[in-house]
């Protein structure tokens, strides 16, 4: 008998530029990579050791291609609390972050998902970063505000 399964990690996410009146400059998706990183922070909550759940989404201005073995960005700019929600009790989880006025502002060109709020420049035992991607630039004034909302579905 010939049994075969593939378990895959496939994530998309959307990024929203809002002016400081609160309208919509720009809208972008990219794909993401989940890294060997988040895939050991899946293992590790399957076993029950890992000690948090995801929580940050950090922005950056990096523009490294996204690498299986990647721990961190580039170049962090900001890190942001996340909401996380399962629509639907599926095999989707949607996580939302909202980087606010003043808050990594510039030429933002890449994303992460972490399970920690403070960026550590060598990542500790129960500190994952679960996915990264790059994109264009998305221009970022003092006043604009962004919003992602990451897509990770396991299939």
Sequence with gaps: MNLQENLKMVGELTIQVFNENGDLKSATKVPNLVVTNGKNYIASRMVGTAATVLSHMA?????????????????????????????????????TATFGAGNGTGAITEAAIFNYGTYAASPTSGQYMLCRTTFPAVNKASGDSIAISWTVTVS
């Design 59 to 95: 922005i950056g201005t990096g523009t490294s291609s996204p690498a299986i073995g990647d721990t961190n960005l580039g170049t962090e700019a900001y890190r942001s609390s996340i909401t996380l929600t399962n629509p639907n009790g599926g095999n989707t989880i949607v996580s």
